[in-house]
């Protein structure tokens, strides 16, 4: 069987959408190996369908690393990243090379024209980054395998009935929705357990008497196991968000200072997208910063709203 190399460094979201791309390449009789950088690689772990490659940031371009990668002789590459890294890669490894339309010029500029601002997914534009291999019929919905050995081992320590995942953090302040504990006690009243995941850092935003906190006690492999377990994801554009997905969990993604043209929204199907829709949504590309007003108003969404969405969600599901 031939063999193709995914090079999708980081962040965890972005490897995490990668993952659209294992599937057509299986279909189209390659063996799928996927280059990342350590811990993102552990997602993974349960996946028959892939290989990993992890590196180490400061090893990628070691020659060594090189080496490496020759040895395992590809007969493919397909480049999800596209900067500095990859096109190094690119010049040392030499063979076929495919890469996606990364769009990166309309999604900076959509940040102060409006009118750009249409609709993207990243996804798709992965897909197509495999032209002629992928069919016209490739889910563009991220998918990672889990095992049921890990399924068991994580159930025994999450609540027996129906129970919502709510992710509070994300890297930045402006994507960081500030109003979880509400929604949270909400869901408590209305007879749905909560769990609370995300790392470390998390847990300060986590309210002590509400629902089971495990932020920064999971590894990667038993959170994706949590999330597809749960009913239901609710959180900002963020990382755990597209972890839920990749597992088949329906989501409610709350945006701050991002927006879905920047490509990281929820396909219908996968749930509901709460908005505001400022006419300074998004005001960075990366949601990086602080609020040019200083009150993050896109954020100010009422909880009560949040709440309903995700109590329709699961009453629908």
Same mark, same amino acid.
């Given at each position: 069987?031939?063999?193709?190399?995914?090079?999708?460094?980081?962040?965890?979201?972005?490897?995490?959408?990668?993952?659209?791309?294992?599937?057509?390449?299986?279909?189209?009789?390659?063996?799928?190996?996927?280059?990342?950088?350590?811990?993102?690689?552990?997602?993974?772990?349960?996946?028959?369908?892939?290989?990993?490659?992890?590196?180490?940031?400061?090893?990628?371009?070691k020659?060594?690393?090189?080496?490496?990668?020759?040895?395992?002789?590809?007969?493919?590459?397909?480049?999800?990243?596209?900067?500095?890294?990859?096109?190094?890669?690119?010049?040392?490894?030499?063979?076929?090379?495919?890469?996606?339309?990364?769009d990166?010029?309309?999604?900076?500029?959509?940040? $102060?024209?409006?009118?750009? &601002?249409?609709? #993207? +997914?990243v996804?798709?534009?992965? !897909?197509?980054?495999?032209? =002629?291999?992928?069919?016209?019929?490739?889910?563009p919905?991220?998918?990672i395998?889990?095992?049921?050995e890990?399924?068991?081992?994580?159930?025994e320590?999450?609540?027996?009935?129906?129970?919502?995942a709510?992710?509070?953090?994300? $890297?930045?302040?402006?994507? &960081?929705?500030? #109003? +979880?504990?509400?929604?949270?006690? !909400?869901?408590?009243?209305? =007879?749905?357990?909560?769990?609370?995941v995300?790392?470390?850092?998390?847990?300060?935003?986590?309210?002590?008497?509400?629902?089971?906190?495990?932020?920064?006690?999971?590894?990667?492999?038993?959170?994706?196991?949590?999330?597809?377990?749960?009913?239901?994801?609710?959180?900002?554009?963020?990382?755990?968000?597209?972890?839920?997905?990749?597992?088949?969990?329906?989501?409610?993604?709350?945006?701050?200072g991002?927006?879905?043209?920047?490509?990281?929204?929820?396909?219908?199907?996968?749930?509901?997208?709460?908005?505001?829709?400022?006419?300074?949504?998004?005001?960075?590309?990366?949601?990086?910063?602080n609020?040019?007003?200083?009150?993050?108003r896109?954020?100010?969404?009422?909880?009560?709203?949040?709440?309903?969405?995700?109590?329709?969600?699961?009453?629908?599901?």
């Amino acid at each position: 069987m031939n063999k193709a190399l995914i090079i999708r460094l980081s962040s965890l979201g972005d490897v995490v959408l990668a993952s659209v791309v294992i599937d057509p390449l299986l279909e189209a009789g390659f063996k799928p190996y996927l280059l990342t950088f350590r811990p993102y690689d552990s997602i993974f772990e349960d996946d028959w369908r892939v290989t990993t490659v992890p590196a180490k940031r400061e090893s990628i371009i070691k020659k060594d690393f090189i080496e490496q990668l020759k040895n395992m002789n590809f007969d493919l590459f397909i480049d999800l990243h596209k900067n500095f890294r990859t096109v190094f890669l690119r010049t040392r490894l030499g063979g076929k090379w495919l890469s996606y339309r990364k769009d990166s010029l309309r999604r900076r500029l959509s940040v $102060r024209l409006p009118f750009l &601002r249409k609709s #993207y +997914y990243v996804t798709q534009s992965y !897909l197509s980054a495999l032209k =002629g291999l992928a069919s016209n019929k490739s889910s563009p919905l991220p998918r990672i395998e889990v095992s049921e050995e890990r399924l068991q081992k994580v159930s025994e320590f999450l609540p027996s009935t129906e129970f919502v995942a709510i992710a509070p953090g994300a $890297r930045y302040i402006k994507k &960081r929705y500030p #109003y +979880y504990s509400a929604v949270a006690r !909400l869901l408590k009243e209305a =007879g749905v357990e909560v769990v609370w995941v995300g790392d470390e850092k998390d847990r300060a935003l986590v309210p002590p008497e509400v629902g089971i906190n495990l932020c920064g006690e999971l590894s990667l492999t038993d959170l994706l196991a949590v999330l597809k377990l749960a009913s239901a994801l609710v959180g900002n554009d963020s990382g755990p968000l597209h972890l839920a997905r990749s597992v088949g969990t329906r989501c409610v993604q709350v945006y701050g200072g991002t927006h879905p043209t920047l490509g990281f929204s929820l396909f219908p199907e996968e749930g509901e997208v709460i908005l505001r829709n400022l006419p300074c949504q998004p005001c960075d590309i990366h949601g990086k910063g602080n609020c040019r007003y200083g009150d993050y108003r896109c954020l100010e969404i009422p909880p009560e709203a949040v709440f309903e969405k995700t109590l329709s969600l699961i009453r629908n599901n």
